[in-house]
């Protein structure tokens, strides 16, 4: 019983944190200028701004849709397969660890460090949670 609780708690928290992350950047409906300056002195400064910001959005959403449907599939509720909790938390942490690179890329070191622990917590729970 604790686990399926866990269970829950960690979908729950997962897609709030991403789908709060996509919504905001979907109701802004533009991408802020904020952003491109925040990569003007990178090697992602020639690529126009929209093409980062729009698919960090739509990464953002469909991952926590994936773990917004492991909760209404009640798979925390069920022994067996996990798959769309396991396949969440996989993208999770590929988005995770994109959204380091590009905070490193723009010297946001304190930015960084904080999605890198959100990495290493989805990447964890993913290799460790289902075993």
Known sequence: MAMQALHLIICLLFAAILGEA???KLLG???PAWFAEK???SWLAPIPSPLL????????LSVAGLFVAAVVTGESAVCGTHALTQAALVGASALFAALT????L????????AALTYFGVAAL????MFR
């Open 53 to 60: 910001w729009w698919p960090i959005a739509v990464a953002e």
């Open 22 to 24: 996509g919504l905001t």
């Open 125 to 128: 729970l993913a290799a460790t």
């Open 39 to 41: 990569f003007a002195s």
């Open 101 to 104: 690179m590009g905070l490193r």
């Open 29 to 31: 409906r533009s991408t």
């Open 106 to 113: 723009s010297q946001d070191f304190a930015g960084a460090s």
